[in-house]
Structures are given as C-alpha cells and as structure tokens.
C-alpha cells in the first residue's frame, strides 16, 4: 500500500490493526500475541506480511500511521481478508467404487500447484495434480487421508475420513 503523510512531517509511528466490532483502541498486530511472530511490517511503506495464516485470520484489516504533527491517521477501508482451510473430497462419481478419487479443495490462487497427500499422517506422495486416485481399492486403503500445499508451513492438515464398503 502506500500513503500520503503531511508535508515537512516525519512518519513516527505506523501500523497495522485488524478492526474489531467492538469500541476501543486497535491493538498493534506486531504486539498482539495471536500474531507474535507472524507478522512483518514493510517499511518505509505500509506493506503487511502475514505468516503461516489461520482460518481465525478472516477479517478487515487496516493500517494507520502518526506523525510529530498529526494523532492517528487511517486509511479510509481496510483489506478483507478470507481464510479457508484445505478440503479433501471424495469424488462421488467414484464413491463406492474399486477406483477412488480424493481432490485437495481450496479457493485461493496457487501457483505451481504442488501438494503432499498423506494417510494416517503419513506421507504418501507429492504430486502436482490437485488429485490422487486410490486403484484397487481394499480394506487396507481406510484411513484418513489429507493433503497440503506443497512447501507451505501448515501445522494442521484439512482431513478426510474415508471409508470403503465391499
């Protein structure tokens, strides 16, 4: 982002906050503890660095800035911001069926599609296909399956419980 700050003035202070619905001063995200160390502020401009986001990330954002000679100035909207977790689904043209298709479902844009695909927690395969297919299906293949964007610092995997019935 950028910002215009008053003429002959220096920028003394600068930061983000995410905007609560209740009344009360925005609380700094490079001092609020659900934050502590996620959070990189860019300067000399306003850019905002989030790591390792949360789904409990989702909400508006906003940066504001002082100066010697002005209180606290905010920029007019704040960002949106939506996190979704990864979903694995069962394909359900092959439910039920001696093939299996499991897809890692999510609505950001990522590129390169790369992604791990574990059982049980443990690794199966990194591919870049959004899918895995299960072949010949048995009873040794239930389990619970997940999947992760490959080189990502996810510290929980989305999980899919499947189950086959012969």
Same mark, same amino acid.
């Given at each position: 982002?950028?910002?215009?700050?008053?003429?002959?003035?220096?920028?003394?202070?600068?930061?983000?906050?995410?905007?609560?619905?209740?009344?009360?001063?925005?609380?700094?995200?490079?001092?609020?503890?659900?934050?502590?160390?996620?959070?990189?502020?860019?300067?000399?401009?306003?850019?905002?660095?989030?790591?390792?986001?949360?789904?409990?990330?989702?909400?508006?954002?906003?940066?504001?800035?002082?100066?010697?000679?002005?209180?606290?100035?905010?920029?007019?909207? %704040?960002?949106? #911001?939506?996190? !979704?977790?990864?979903?694995?689904? $069962?394909?359900?043209? *092959?439910?039920? +069926?001696? &093939?299996?298709?499991?897809?890692?479902?999510?609505?950001?844009?990522?590129?390169?599609?790369?992604?791990?695909?574990?059982?049980? %927690?443990?690794? #199966?395969?990194? !591919?870049?296909?959004?899918?895995? $297919?299960?072949?010949? *299906?048995?009873? +040794?293949? &239930?389990?619970?399956?997940?999947?992760?964007?490959?080189?990502?610092?996810?510290?929980?995997?989305?999980?899919?419980?499947?189950?086959?019935?012969?």
């Amino acid at each position: 982002c950028t910002f215009t700050k008053p003429d002959h003035s220096n920028v003394t202070q600068r930061e983000w906050y995410r905007v609560q619905s209740s009344e009360g001063e925005p609380q700094d995200l490079s001092k609020d503890p659900q934050y502590s160390g996620r959070v990189i502020i860019w300067t000399p401009d306003c850019a905002l660095t989030v790591k390792n986001v949360r789904v409990s990330d989702s909400g508006v954002y906003n940066f504001r800035f002082k100066t010697q000679s002005s209180d606290w100035t905010s920029a007019p909207s %704040g960002v949106h #911001l939506t996190v !979704t977790d990864l979903q694995v689904k $069962v394909d359900p043209n *092959t439910e039920g +069926q001696r &093939e299996v298709k499991l897809t890692c479902s999510f609505t950001c844009s990522l590129s390169p599609y790369n992604f791990s695909w574990y059982k049980n %927690g443990q690794k #199966l395969k990194t !591919t870049n296909d959004i899918f895995i $297919v299960l072949d010949s *299906t048995s009873l +040794q293949d &239930e389990g619970s399956y997940s999947c992760r964007v490959y080189e990502s610092e996810r510290r929980s995997f989305p999980v899919c419980e499947c189950g086959f019935n012969f």
